[in-house]
């Protein structure tokens, strides 16, 4: 069946450094949706990407879909306490309906 | 509105107990999830519907039963609970288009002793 790797699974960071995760799929997929939970939290949709090679920013993150819609990452700039979280991706594969998560990055922000 | 709603929001069963969680979302989506958050495993997912009265079986489905009655109501059923179900479940629902994004419920932590 599909299967969604994601790396790294944690990330500690200081204050200001960048930080990207990498999601990378078994099989072709649909859209990509990316996701953050903060501590105790559920996941929140931050976005998604549809398009072969489509890049995608929000303020300091900037997300990315591979040619092959098959891989993607998510990018932040200059880190702040405040993204803190786990960060997942999600893929739609062909069986309608069904998205299949990353395990997740854990990022710690160390001010 | 209030989204999507879980209950009970903590729970403690003995092996062996069975227990229903269940699911309301008021925003009339036609698909719900049931996906099961363990550390370094992410968020997996047990069954699934892309209706009333359908449901679908994900990546871990044994050990775990559901039903659909009613579109807004998604119930997940433990009938017989291992110290493995131990884990934190969350439901989440979205629209029927294909590019429509997941709305998560504020998740269930069970314990099983």
New interface residues.
Partial sequence: GQQVMQIPQYQHVQEGEDFTTYCNSSTTLSNIQWYKQRPGGHPVFLIQLVKSGEVKKQKRLTFQFGEAKKNSSLHITATQTTDVGTYFCAGLGTSYGKLTFGQGTILTVHP | NAGVTQTPKFRVLKTGQSMTLLCAQDMNHE?M?W?RQDP??????IH?S?GEGTT?K??VPDGYNVSRLKKQNFLLGLESAAPSQTSVY?C?SRTGT??S???????TRLTVT
């Fill in positions: 698909y999830y996906y370094g495993m992410g968020l997996r997912l699934y892309v679908a994900g990546e969350f989440a294909v590019n994004p997941l709305h998560f419920g504020n998740g």
